[in-house]
């Protein structure tokens, strides 16, 4: 979700008391779709150890007593907890931004409402394709395109703002325009475009992830819609854009600022422990989503003492314990690589991020010394 205030500077690592920007929590991991690249495998459940309304209750306060970050519901699908707008409104009266990751499809006029009764801001419904027939396969259930389209309908009924998140693979990349002028005709506010993390069912359509070179040609692309298009632009589980971000606005002789380039331009890549984490439907404290390391577990620890000394959180929080390639670029304060892909990849998350055509320009100059000496 687009952050509505300045996160932190990106010239160090945030250090031991970083400042909580944004927190993705898993809800609930029930879902009524099946989609192909879900990271949790998630199907209907039920799924033992869920967090209980009050327990919910408990984390929420544990949160504000961290700091004043957006928190994003999601799931799983959120709308399948009867409780969910009591924790949301919970979550609003404590004077934090409550948004929502709903796959649309459950969202009724009624569901709408209450959402916007609860204090949701933002929603943000995923297009994995332009056509009926190419998200439903990605989806994984036949009608999901038509309900994500109502749902979409319904909230904007209710004055609820929402993005369009797109994941890129090989099965609409050449799509990705005709999605984005899609989410401009449904009124979006934003297009976040995701790059496939191979983990959860995304292990099983791993040969569907775009390569490197497709990587850094459609983060290129996605780099010149920044003045052709009214949404809001956001590139996530993609760090390297933020690194291309910068060699493009070098090229066309501009200076990289908040004023230039919005939030793009203080923010960095990978937010894994340093401004970002992922709770589990059964408390589990992780970097991310995509990367199931234990940071710690809010049923017996609180959420503030897991942010703050987490061992995980404060190594991702040093830039300088970067390997590889990551570790010797010069861009890895504003990139940093995709620590869940390192560790898919590796098994170690500090590992360089593997798709990457980048080669830092500590090697170039390697190569030229030895090339002359």
Known sequence: MIEKKHPQNISGGPGKDAEIRLVAWEITRNCNLSCVHCRASATMGP????????????LIDQIHETGNPIIILTGGEPLLRSDIFEIAGYGTKKGLRMVMAPNGTLITEESARKMAESGIKRISISLDGSTREKHDRFRGVEGAFEGALRG???AKQAGIEFQINTTITKTNLEQMPDIQNLAVELGAAAHHIFLLVPTGRGKYIADQAIDAVQYEEALNWFYDQ????????KATCAPHYYRILRQRAKQEGKTVTFQTHG???????CLGGTGFCFISHTGVVQ??????????????????????????FLSLRNYDNLKGKCGDCEYNKVCGGCRARAYEATGDYLEEEPLCTYQPLKYTKQAAHKEYP
């Open 263 to 269: 939030l793009d331009a203080v923010t960095r890549g």
């Open 152 to 154: 979409i309908k319904y």
């Open 47 to 58: 799924y033992t150890g869920e967090l209980d309304k009050e327990a919910c209750f408990r």
């Open 287 to 312: 970097p991310c989503g995509f990367l199931e390391l234990n940071c710690g577990d809010i049923t017996t620890t609180s959420f503030k003492d897991v942010w703050n000394h987490s061992k995980i």
């Open 226 to 233: 920044r003045d052709k298009t009214p949404l809001q632009l």
